[in-house]
Structure formats: structure tokens, C-alpha cells
């Protein structure tokens, strides 16, 4: 080997030792925890990309340069997971050679008497005849279950190991939380879908309406299920509007084919098979409309969802008609028990429907759908239109426009279902409580040494590590017993 | 007995503990008052007299606990839930664990001279509880409907109570070191209490007793999160902060075991690891983002 690439190697040596000593892991978590903040305070897309948007718009400036160091993804950046990636390493390089040293230990005597015992903490000299002190002291350290190591003239007694094991115990826990952090990344998948009431939903990538899945995950590995909607029923408060219950009934069958099982979802209790998990995350109306043409053609009949706004279930949607000539767009809103102000004009006053209203304004022209830019479902591009008309309509009511007309049929309720597979949640979950172990293990076992060495005379002392109480009584006692008194 | 029945003895409960904190904050100030003067100059006080007054508000205390403790119960059992649904019960529960911890405290260590702070923050705590925060008792959003809201807030807040416990403690050791470096003698408040080294020992000891408490706390919520929001770790910034408390007291236990930090610098660490937890506290809740706001589903 030549002398560049030896000392190459000397360095890699060097790095990795500093890597992976204890200081370092501490600096790193130390680190994560700083890394962290942004994170809280810069709105982050995978939170809530509105937001993220409205920065943009309020701050193009300041929001461009925040971007380009990743400050609206802090948890996914490049920075971010550098510190976790070497947080990940440098425990494994501090914690497993530990851990065998450890593994080592556990079967060793105690180490030698050290030979000035008055260095040491509480040394002190005992009145007890010399033959009689060994003997007397092991059989009183053993009863204390102190590990002892028995010389020609001294006794080195050992107590609190599992203060060690405790503290490995917790840092591989932390290991295995990270694993499964990261199985879960790179295996798992987590996607939403919109689903009203009557309508069924098959577990594949087409059915949702947004999908992520793990850089390892395949599209195959989706479990093949599927859910038909039977009820949704919202319960509220009438005192404060505020919701109390929500219970979603579903038909289920996994396989899709299998004999369909009648399950409940609730916000608290998701639908699971196997890693997968099936949650009630959000809900809303779906205004039930019949449009005609001017010659009294149905053009569209159905149910769109709309988005709430408020608590009280304000919901504003869009309906688009574009195979109509000339093309028509709705932009409307659902209020489903109607109320108004003369500022707010009509809204909701509660979130159940009691008195619903459809407000619709009606617009013509080019919904710019063949534009290749993608549109929001929710709201018409008005951009190439004119309006035509403003109704608001009570149920069955009907609005007569130029070019056509528009009826309020009813409505249904939709929910918005997110589906995730998580294969590394349950390591995580062992490393947590394994972690919690260890804690408990390492913070409330004192580890502690006493000596007890004949010499012209009999000398005691101790050693408490970390400057862990209770040694100066334990040494007394120790003293007391010696002397018999 | 009604749902509204329990509410009112609730806040009968909630209000006697008001009045059990005001005697001990009466006893105690009596215990501070006099005990020290006895010091230097002869009172008709003598240090029994005061023993027994401090004597008194640690009965008042562990009185008044035990109220707030049934005022806590029988709000849970008027909405037939645990109470801790909204910030009047957080308060009233937060003011449980702090009165809690401190008997605790009192009980291991001889803790009588925060008798004194401990009052007087009890009594703002209800105080404003019961005038500000105040809300009938009412049914929980779906999301919170759940036995980890009882396993997780009730960790929260009880660590949460150790921690600012630790804080006091912490506090009083760095005010009374600068005195103390200066040469100066303590002032005449803090004649009675301990040396520095055992307030030292002291705020140590409380946080390496909560810890594995605040551990199991974050645990716990991510374990509810994963049922409720499908995924147990997702950086809502309640979580984040959660993490970053989490991480402050770990730096902080291990600068004292590993590195050996004592005294001031430690007291430091231990004060900036509670403002963490404070900052979450009011900054989540108050300017409050995440979905800890409980803004329904
Ligand atoms: C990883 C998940 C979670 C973490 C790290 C977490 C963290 C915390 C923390 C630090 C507190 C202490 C009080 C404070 O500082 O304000 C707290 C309180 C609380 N948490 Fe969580 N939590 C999690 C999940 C949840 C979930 C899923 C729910 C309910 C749906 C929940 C409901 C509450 C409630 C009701 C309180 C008490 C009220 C408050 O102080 O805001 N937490 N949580």
C-alpha cells in the first residue's frame, strides 16, 4: 500500500471515530432539534400548500430564496436528512461496539482495588479485626447485591450495571425508531380520495385524487379493496355548532369480489387490514343539480363536490359544462341551513342542512379547459367568460338563464378518505416503548463502586459515577455493620 | 345526581381550592414573614410558631388538592368525558399537576419555602381560569374522542408541571448565585432556603424524574396521532416543539451526567429547555397553526 492511500485511510479512520463518538450523536440530535424550528415557523407544503402559496404571493421575493434553501419542505430537505443520516450513523458506530463491550462486561468481575482508596469518594478507616473484615464485608455487600471481586486483601464491590444496559437499551431503541421512519418512507404509500355517499371506491392509483408513494413502493402493492359509502351521518352540537360525532357505514369487501362485511369508520378508529388504514379525514356536500338546454335537453344531472369554507359548512364549488354550446360554468355555493347579514350576505348558520340554498352565477363563454393548463375543479377560470345571471335557489326551485336553466334537487354528503400503508410504524412503535425502558433503567439506577482494603489498618470507600446520592450512606452503613455496633 | 349537578359542584370544588390556596398563601407569608426576622431580631415569633404556620399551609395545600382534584372529576362526569376538552380544563388540570408535583416534591425533598410561590401561582391560574377561561361543560370534537386524550394530555400536563416546577427552581438558584458571586449576603427572603448546590441537586432531580414522563408523553400523542390523523409523526408544530423540548432536556441531562455541567451554566440550559415547553404552549395554542387547534374533523 502506498504512503497517500494509507493516510487516506488513517483520515477515514480518524472521521469515523469522530463520527461516532457520544458527543458527536448528542451534537447531531442537538442539531435535528435546531434544524427542526423553521420547520414551525415557515408554513410547509406537506402541511398545508395553501398557505405556501399565499407566502409566495404576499413575499415573491423573501418566498424565492426561502424555497431555494428548502425552507417550505425543512423535512424532507437535503440539509435535514443529511443530519438525520448521520445522526442514524453515528449511533450505530457509537452504540454497537458499546453494547458488545457491554455484552463483555456483564460476565466480568469488578475492576481491581484501586491502591490509594483516600482518592477515592468517603474513604474512611474502620474499626474491625482484620481477619474478620473481608468476610464480614462480602457476606453484607452480597445481601446489598453488589457484584463482588475478592482479593488476597481487598474486596472491589459493583452495583447499578444495568444503568449501562439501560442507556444501550434506549439508544439502539432510538436506531430502530429511525428504521422505522425509514420503512416507512421508502415502503409505505399514503393517498386521499373524495367519496360520496352510494358511491363505491376501489383501491387502485386511478381511484384516488391524490397518491404518494415510497421511492420503493410499487403501484402493484396496493391492497385490493374496496368500499361502497352506505351513510355518513355528522352529529352537532346545538349549543355551539361544533361537531360531536361523525360515523361513516361502509360495505367492505377485501378482496374486491370477496362477500361484503359491513364496517363502521369513525374519526378515532380507522378501517385496518393488515398495515393499511383507512381514516375518515374531512366532509362536506355534494349539491344535487339538473341543468337543461334551451330546449329543455338534460345537459347534466348529479351530484359536485363542493369544499367547505367555514365551520358551519359554507361550501363553494364550481360546476362545468363544457360539451354545451356556447360553453356554461356555474360558480356557486351550497348553504346548508341558510342565514344572511347584510356584510357577510347569504352564509350558514349551521353545519347540518335544515333550510339549504344553492347561490349560483351563472357564466358563458370559453372555460379554457382545452388549455393544457391544469384547472381547479373548484373554481371556474372567468378569465374568457361573461356572466349571464345570479339566483339563489331554495330546494326544487328552479332558475330560468338565456341559454338554459338550472334545478336544485337536493344534496349528499362526501367524505375524504386517507388511505395509508405504513410498513415501518411498528418498529417504530417497539423502539418507542423499548426506548422508555431504557430511560427509565439508565436515569434510576445509581452505578457505584466500594472498596474495602486491609492493610495496616482497614480503609472503605466509594466511587459514585456521575455523582449519583446515597453513597455517603451506603458507606456508612457499611462502616456501621463493620463495627458491629 | 344530573350532569349539571356535577358541574356545579365542580366549580363549588374549584372555588373552596381557592379559598383553601388563600389561607396556605396567608400561613405561608406569615411562615416567610417572621422565620427570617427571627433571625436578627427578636420577634414574639419564635421558630415553632412559624414552623406551625408552614405547617398549616402545607395542610391547606394538600387540602386544597384534593378539591381541585374532585373539581376536576366531576367536571369530567358532568360532559361524560375526561375533562380536557378546552382551555378552562387544561387550566384547572394544569393547576392539579402543579400542586401535585409540588406535594410531591415536598413530601421527598423539604421543599416548604415554594409553599409561597406555589400559592400565589395556583391562585392566578384558577383565578383566571374560573373569570376568563371559564366554559360550560360541553360534548368533545370527534378528533379528541379517544382514551389517549386521557393517557396523553394527562402525561403532558404533569410533566409539563414537573418541568416549570424545575423551572422555579432553577430560577431561584441563579438569582441566589448572583448574590452569592458577588459576595453579597442572600437577602433577607431567602435566608431559609436551601444552598445552592442542593437547589442545584434539586432541579436536577425533577427533571430526570419527569423525563421518561414527557418521553411517554410525545409517545403517547404520536401513538393517538396515528389513530386520528393517520400518521403517527407528521411535524405539526405542536409535534415539532414537542421534539425540540424533548431534545433540550435530553442536552440538558446529559451536560450534566456526560460532560459534569453544575450550577449556573446548568441552571441556564434547564431554564432555556422550559421556555421551550412554555413557548409551545402559548404559541401553538394562542397563534395557534397544526392540528392541535382542534378545529373539528
Ligand atoms: C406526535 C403526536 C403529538 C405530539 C408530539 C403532541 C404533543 C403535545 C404536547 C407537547 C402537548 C403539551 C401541552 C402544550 O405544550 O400545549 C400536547 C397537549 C395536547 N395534545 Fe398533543 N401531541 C400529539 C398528538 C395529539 C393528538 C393526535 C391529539 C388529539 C387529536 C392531541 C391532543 C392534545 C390535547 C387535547 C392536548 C392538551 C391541550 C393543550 O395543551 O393544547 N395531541 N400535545
Not at chain 1, 237 to 254: E, H, W
Not at chain 1, 457 to 482: F, H, M, Q, T, W
Not at chain 2, 129 to 136: E, F, H, N
Request: net charge positive; hydrophobic share 45%; proline share 5%.
Amino acid at each position: 500500500m502506498s504512503t497517500p492511500q494509507l493516510s487516506n485511510f488513517a483520515l477515514l479512520r480518524w472521521a469515523w471515530r469522530q463520527l461516532t463518538s457520544m458527543r458527536t450523536a448528542l451534537l447531531l440530535l442537538l442539531l435535528l432539534g435546531f434544524a427542526a424550528i423553521p420547520g414551525s415557523l415557515f408554513p410547509q407544503r406537506t402541511q398545508n400548500p395553501m398557505k405556501v402559496t399565499e407566502y409566495f404571493t404576499n413575499n415573491p421575493g423573501l418566498a424565492k430564496w426561502l424555497d431555494r434553501l428548502r425552507l417550505f419542505d425543512v423535512y424532507s430537505s437535503p440539509w435535514f436528512s443529511a443530519i438525520y443520516l448521520l445522526l442514524f450513523i453515528s449511533l450505530i458506530g457509537c452504540v454497537l461496539p458499546r453494547t458488545i463491550e457491554h455484552l463483555k462486561a456483564i460476565g466480568a468481575k469488578p475492576p481491581l482495588t484501586p491502591k490509594f482508596l483516600d482518592r477515592m469518594e468517603y474513604p474512611t478507616s474502620v474499626e474491625v479485626p482484620k481477619d474478620q473484615a473481608l468476610d464480614l464485608a462480602e457476606k453484607y455487600l452480597r445481601s446489598k447485591r453488589f457484584r463482588i471481586r475478592r482479593d488476597a486483601e481487598s474486596i472491589s464491590a459493583e452495583k447499578g450495571y444495568s444503568r449501562e444496559t439501560g442507556n444501550l437499551l434506549f439508544h439502539l431503541s432510538l436506531i430502530l425508531i429511525l428504521v422505522g421512519v425509514g420503512i416507512g418512507s421508502l415502503f409505505g404509500s399514503k393517498g386521499e380520495a373524495i367519496v360520496s355517499v352510494g358511491d363505491r371506491f376501489i383501491n387502485t392509483p386511478t381511484s384516488y385524487d391524490n397518491l404518494a408513494f415510497g421511492k420503493f413502493q410499487s403501484e402493484g402493492s396496493l391492497i385490493p379493496f374496496a368500499l361502497t359509502v352506505t351513510d355518513f351521518k355528522a352529529t352537532y352540537d346545538i349549543k355551539t355548532n361544533a361537531p360531536s360525532d361523525y360515523k361513516l357505514s361502509v360495505l367492505a369487501a377485501n378482496p374486491i369480489g370477496a362477500k361484503e362485511v359491513a364496517k363502521v369508520i369513525k374519526v378515532n378508529s380507522p378501517l385496518t387490514y393488515g398495515n393499511t388504514k383507512i381514516y375518515l379525514q374531512a366532509n362536506g356536500y355534494s349539491p344535487l343539480v339538473t341543468v337543461r338546454d334551451k330546449s329543455g335537453k338534460v345537459t347534466f344531472q348529479g351530484g359536485t363536490v363542493f369544499l367547505p369554507q367555514d365551520g358551519n359548512l359554507t361550501s363553494s364549488g364550481a360546476i362545468k359544462l363544457p360539451d354545451m354550446k356556447p360553453q356554461i360554468g356555474f360558480v356557486a355555493s351550497f348553504v346548508p341551513t341558510y342565514d344572511r347579514s347584510n356584510k357577510r350576505g347569504a352564509f350558514s348558520a349551521f353545519p347540518e342542512v335544515l333550510d339549504p340554498r344553492l347561490l349560483v352565477s351563472v357564466w358563458t363563454g370559453n372555460l379554457g379547459l382545452d388549455s393544457g393548463r391544469p384547472q381547479s375543479v373548484y373554481r371556474v377560470d372567468t378569465s374568457n367568460m361573461t356572466r349571464i345571471g345570479l339566483a339563489q335557489l331554495a330546494l326544487h326551485q328552479t332558475y330560468k338563464f338565456s341559454e338554459g336553466s338550472i334545478t336544485f334537487e337536493g344534496w349528499k354528503p362526501w367524505v375524504n378518505l386517507q388511505i395509508v400503508d405504513d410498513p415501518g410504524k411498528m418498529y417504530a412503535l417497539f423502539g418507542a416503548i423499548f426506548a422508555i425502558l431504557g430511560l427509565l433503567l439508565s436515569l434510576f439506577t445509581r452505578q457505584r463502586r466500594i472498596w474495602v482494603k486491609v492493610s495496616d489498618r482497614v480503609e472503605i470507600a466509594g466511587l459514585a459515577k456521575n455523582a449519583a446520592p446515597g453513597l455517603a450512606k451506603e458507606i456508612s452503613d457499611l462502616k456501621i455493620k463493620l463495627e458491629g455496633k | 345526581m344530573t350532569s349539571t349537578n356535577y358541574a356545579y359542584l365542580s366549580n363549588y370544588a374549584i372555588y373552596s381550592a381557592m379559598v383553601l390556596y388563600t389561607i396556605a398563601f396567608f400561613a405561608h407569608s406569615i411562615e416567610v414573614a417572621f422565620s427570617v426576622r427571627s433571625d436578627e431580631v427578636k420577634t414574639k415569633f419564635d421558630f415553632a410558631r412559624t414552623d406551625r404556620a408552614g405547617r398549616i399551609g402545607s395542610a391547606m395545600i394538600f387540602l386544597a388538592f384534593i378539591f381541585i382534584f374532585i373539581g376536576v372529576i366531576f367536571r369530567g362526569i358532568s360532559a361524560h368525558r375526561v375533562p380536557w376538552g378546552n382551555m378552562y380544563e387544561f387550566s384547572i388540570t394544569g393547576a392539579l399537576a402543579f400542586t401535585g408535583s409540588y406535594l410531591v416534591a415536598l413530601w421527598k425533598y423539604k421543599l416548604r419555602w415554594l409553599g409561597l410561590p406555589v400559592s400565589i401561582a395556583v391562585l392566578l391560574t384558577l383565578g383566571t381560569a374560573i373569570t376568563v377561561l371559564y366554559r360550560p361543560s360541553a360534548p368533545l370534537v370527534p378528533a379528541l374522542k379517544s382514551t389517549w386524550l386521557a393517557i396523553h394530555v394527562s402525561a403532558a400536563i404533569a410533566s409539563g408541571g414537573v418541568f416549570l416546577l424545575a423551572n422555579c427552581i432553577a430560577a431561584t438558584y441563579l438569582i441566589l448565585d448572583s448574590y452569592e458571586s458577588k459576595g453579597l449576603p442572600r437577602p433577607n427572603w431567602a435566608k431559609q432556603l436551601p444552598s445552592l448546590e442542593s437547589l442545584d441537586q434539586l432541579s436536577y432531580r425533577l427533571v430526570a424524574f419527569v423525563f421518561p414522563l414527557w418521553t411517554f408523553a410525545v409517545i403517547a400523542g404520536a401513538i393517538w396521532a396515528e389513530s386520528a390523523w393517520g400518521r403517527y409523526w407528521g411535524w405539526d408544530p405542536k409535534e415539532t416543539w414537542a421534539f425540540i423540548t424533548w431534545v433540550a432536556y435530553a442536552a440538558y441531562l446529559h451536560a450534566r451526567v456526560t460532560v459534569g455541567w453544575r450550577g449556573r451554566k446548568a441552571a441556564w440550559l434547564c431554564l432555556f429547555a422550559g421556555s421551550t415547553f412554555l413557548f409551545n404552549y402559548i404559541y401553538v395554542n394562542i397563534w395557534g397553526t397544526g392540528r392541535h387547534t382542534y378545529s373539528g374533523l
